[in-house]
């Protein structure tokens, strides 16, 4: 999914959908969120098919996406559907929550929300580790997982964020045409970020010893 994305100038992507109380609330379930970023991923399915992949009843799929069309977030595609199978695809590329005023707004929604993101990622990360073994030679070079630990300013966090972003935006992107698109070998590659304040670490101005910033890979 990715969900909170900006560019680097700040500016918001052009088939981006910004959060506001109602969606924040739409979204404050696991289940919807999965089923708005397989929807993205993969195009437009049916509530029976999307039930099969997520390992949920198709009348459960089918009421989330009813909440999500009501929301604006999918909608029924009139092309494929017909009087017995109706399909739905999303409306939106990205979803993106920039005002985190309503983190204290809707406390509730916004961290059910957030933790149904990180739970998407963490799934994510899971599959690819058990076909790690399957894939292709050229492919097992590419498998990474790293973290580092850095001592920053919120200017040099937001800094890093977006240069991250920017160096991400060189890529090709995915998107309906991508496949179309792309060069022989290419396939699609989830890059997930994490920039994770510690708040507690925090030390008081008297007991600094420096003003380099330490960073450790592991």
Same mark, same amino acid.
């Given at each position: @999914? ?24 739409? #979204? ?48 029924? =595609? ?11 695809? /999303? ?12 983190? =204290? ?39 990474? @997982? ?49 920039? #994770? ?17 330490? /960073?450790?890979? /592991?």
């Amino acid at each position: @999914m990715t969900d909170a994305t900006e560019r680097a100038d700040g500016s918001t992507e052009k088939n981006s959908v910004v959060l506001d109380a109602k969606g924040l609330r739409a #979204l404050a379930h696991p289940l919807r969120v999965q089923l708005v970023e397989v929807l993205r991923s993969h195009g437009p399915s049916t509530a029976t098919r999307l039930a099969e992949r997520l390992g949920v009843n198709s009348g459960t799929a089918s009421y989330h996406l009813r909440q999500l069309g009501a929301a604006g977030f999918v909608e029924e =595609d009139a092309e494929r559907g017909n009087a017995r199978e109706r399909w739905w695809r /999303s409306v939106h590329r990205t979803t993106e929550l920039s005002d985190w005023n309503l983190v =204290d707004q809707e406390p509730e929604a916004a961290l059910a929300y957030l933790q149904s993101v990180a739970a998407t990622y963490t799934l994510r990360a899971q599959q690819a580790l058990n076909e790690v073994q399957t894939l292709p030679e050229a492919w097992r070079g590419t498998f990474d @997982m790293s973290d580092w630990s850095l001592w920053l300013t919120p200017d040099e966090a937001v800094s890093l964020r977006q240069e991250l972003r920017a160096v991400v935006a060189r890529y090709r992107a995915d998107g309906p045409d991508a496949a179309a698109g792309a060069p022989k070998g290419a396939q699609r590659v989830d890059l997930i970020t994490h920039i #994770l304040p510690e708040p507690d670490t925090r030390v008081p101005p008297e007991e600094r010893t420096g003003s380099g910033i330490a /960073s450790e890979e /592991s």
